[in-house]
């Protein structure tokens, strides 16, 4: 995958219900940080929201690496090779 293929993902996450919003730019990146950018500032009085601006390959990867936004039962650490977490 190169810097052109990675598709951006603006999430919301309320960390007061628990709940992520998820707004996909696909490859526009300048639209996604246009984006970020105004959703800091429109949450920018709100302590309860987390706002971040991922890019990957797919919602999918995004929901794997950043479980703690979503409701899933897998773990990061549970996607990497037998033996890496042993130390």
């Known amino acids: ?9 603006l999430v919301l996450y309320n960390l007061a ?4 919003e998820v707004k996909s730019f696909g490859l526009n990146y ?8 105004k959703a800091e500032q429109d949450f920018s009085n709100r302590e309860t929201y987390d ?7 797919s919602i999918d990867t995004i929901k794997r ?11 990061f650490e549970s996607l990497l090779p037998p033996g890496v977490l042993v130390g």
């Not at 995958?1 to 993902?9: D, G, K, L, Q, R």
């Not at 219900?17 to 992520?20: D, I, L, P, Q, Y």
């Not at 706002?51 to 390959?57: E, T």
């Open 1 to 9: 995958m190169t810097a052109v293929e990675i598709n951006h993902f």
């Open 17 to 20: 219900e628990g709940r992520a």
């Open 30 to 37: 300048d639209a996604a940080l246009e984006a970020y950018a």
């Open 51 to 57: 706002i971040v601006l991922l890019g990957a390959d």
């Open 65 to 75: 690496t950043h479980s703690s936004y979503f409701h899933t039962e897998e773990t």
